[in-house]
């Protein structure tokens, strides 16, 4: 297992298996730190080194929902990520991050470790849905029977997840993760959650750090409602700090269509 570490970790990138446009940049190329600031390092084969790797479209291209219209906001957006949203309204915010989390075990070679809960807490991992296994969901109620051929391929995957993006949410991802503890740094691959109906989910993608201090920024992207395109945020609070966030230690984090408390932040059990 640590030979398969080692060498996932030594491969080049891996373009993805999703389609994106040839003129697309990673993100961390896409978007510079502010003044000041530099890129903090992270460990190569990370969620985070993932997530600062992920397709931008060139220029500012206006935010799409799944049906090809407008979203009815324009301006919370300083970048949009080069990555489908199917053509039903099914990704949506907890749903966003359900899809790059589960799209980097599956380029990290670790599809296997794919694993989310609906809503009602039932289990929907994806090495089962491979096998053959389907639910069949009344209500709150589950249950799985083998109803097709296995087939670990990629398509099949994405029909997964959209399996879970129809019966997951904000409840069931906040108990997905974890809370910081006490004097953890948030991170690029942590999220800010609030469960509910309505309630929302954005993750932090990348982050700058000035050198010689504690002080961090962090950029923030979000799916919304309806599904639409992931987008990275601006902030409209502090508008001189472009997309660039900071966290306070205590108090609100407020984001263009949401605002969170600093202990609404999780992280994925590693």
């Known amino acids: 297992m640590m030979l398969l570490t080692l060498i996932l970790l030594l491969l080049p990138p891996q373009s993805p298996p999703w389609p994106h446009s040839a003129d697309s940049k990673p993100l961390g190329e896409r978007l510079a730190p502010p003044a000041g600031f530099q890129r903090v390092p992270l460990e190569p084969g990370s969620f985070g080194a993932f997530l600062r790797a992920l397709p931008a479209k060139a220029g500012h291209p206006p935010v799409r929902l799944y049906n090809g219209a407008l979203k009815n906001r324009q301006d919370v957006h300083a970048a949009v990520l080069d ?88 409840r069931s991802l906040q108990k997905e993760m974890r809370p910081l503890k006490a ?13 509910g109906s309505p309630g929302h989910a954005v993750i932090l993608v990348d982050a700058v750090e000035r050198p010689g201090t504690d002080e961090r920024l962090y950029l923030l992207a979000q799916g919304y409602m309806p599904a639409q395109e992931i987008h990275v945020l601006n902030n409209l609070a502090e508008p001189g700090l472009g997309p660039w966030f900071r966290f306070p230690e205590t108090g609100t984090i407020e984001t263009p269509e949401w605002t969170f408390q600093r202990e609404d932040l999780r992280r994925f059990p590693d």
């Open 83 to 170: 990555l489908d949203t199917g053509a039903r309204n099914l990704q949506q915010c907890a749903d966003a991050v359900i899809r790059l989390r589960a799209e980097y075990l599956w380029a990290s070679g670790r599809s296997r470790a794919v694993l989310f809960h609906f809503t009602s807490g039932d289990e929907a991992a994806w090495s089962r849905w491979a096998e053959g296994w389907r639910p069949a969901i009344q209500g709150n109620s589950v249950h799985w029977s083998r109803a097709a051929a296995p087939d670990d391929s990629y398509r099949t995957f994405r029909t997964y997840l959209n399996k879970v993006f129809e019966y997951a949410g904000t």
């Open 183 to 195: 004097g953890e740094a948030p991170a690029p691959g942590d999220v800010l959650v609030r469960g």
